[in-house]
């Protein structure tokens, strides 16, 4: 039996670890850009940017899928992006 795969829910990205190294910007950047502070946020519906923990639907760009958003996090060198499944856990890191 194959593992099933868990959606992407929520996620994080922790201020305090992020660099500003863009590397998930890079892999998903219709989720991910860099803020004034040269911060990683995420971007959500009506034009709004946040870090906060943030419900997968209601980011601006629907159309990255979850794979995406996972190899993102992975490529944060400072693991600063906290990834989420439907049952609340943590995926990743």
């Known amino acids: 039996m194959a593992d099933e ?7 994080v990205v922790n201020r305090d670890l992020c660099i500003g ?3 998930c910007i890079v892999n998903a950047p219709g989720v991910f ?7 990683v946020v995420m971007k959500k519906d009506g034009g709004t940017k946040t ?22 996090a992975q ?3 400072t693991k600063a992006i906290l990834v ?8 990743y890191p």
Not at 5 to 11: E, F, Y
């Open 21 to 23: 190294a863009a590397s």
């Open 33 to 39: 850009e860099l803020d004034a502070e040269n911060k």
């Open 51 to 72: 870090s906060d923990a943030t419900e997968r639907q209601s980011l601006e760009d629907k159309a990255t899928d979850d794979e995406t958003i996972i190899n993102a």
């Open 5 to 11: 795969k868990k959606k992407v829910k929520k996620i």
């Open 84 to 91: 989420y499944d439907e049952d609340g856990k943590q995926i």
């Open 75 to 77: 490529s944060c060198p």
